[in-house]
């Protein structure tokens, strides 16, 4: 069995940054692919960035070049670096695993960008 945590989230003004960290149980880790997403009041959630079991990333349009996604598989932890956030930032994010058809998510962490 597969357990996500987060941490991380918290309140932070318009421009600060956040890093959010995801630490995986199971020995399943390095194998998977990890991703964070987000959703916001009244929202469907969705893909912040995604890292691949071999490191390759993706992003979402709203988030390039402002967040960075990177995974130490030796602490089975994936992180979210989230710099120059806005308000429209602000959500639950969930941190995802997946391998195969499996998908395994956190409880989620609140972040919220308000002055």
């Known amino acids: 069995q597969v357990q996500l945590v987060e941490t991380g989230g918290g309140l932070v003004q318009p421009g600060g940054s956040l890093r959010l960290s995801c630490a995986a149980s199971?020995?399943?880790?390095?194998?998977?692919?990890m991703g964070w997403y987000r959703q916001a009041p009244g929202k469907q959630r969705e893909v912040v960035a995604t890292v691949t079991r071999g490191g390759n990333t993706n992003y979402a349009d709203s988030v390039k070049g402002r967040f960075t996604i990177s995974r130490d598989n030796a602490k089975t932890t994936v992180y979210l670096q989230m710099t120059s956030l806005k308000p429209e930032d602000t959500a639950v994010y969930y941190c995802?695993?997946?391998?195969?058809?499996?998908?395994?998510w956190g409880q989620g962490t609140q972040v919220t960008v308000s002055s």
């Open positions: 199971g020995s399943i880790f390095r194998l998977a692919a």
């Open positions: 995802n695993l997946n391998i195969d058809v499996q998908n395994y």
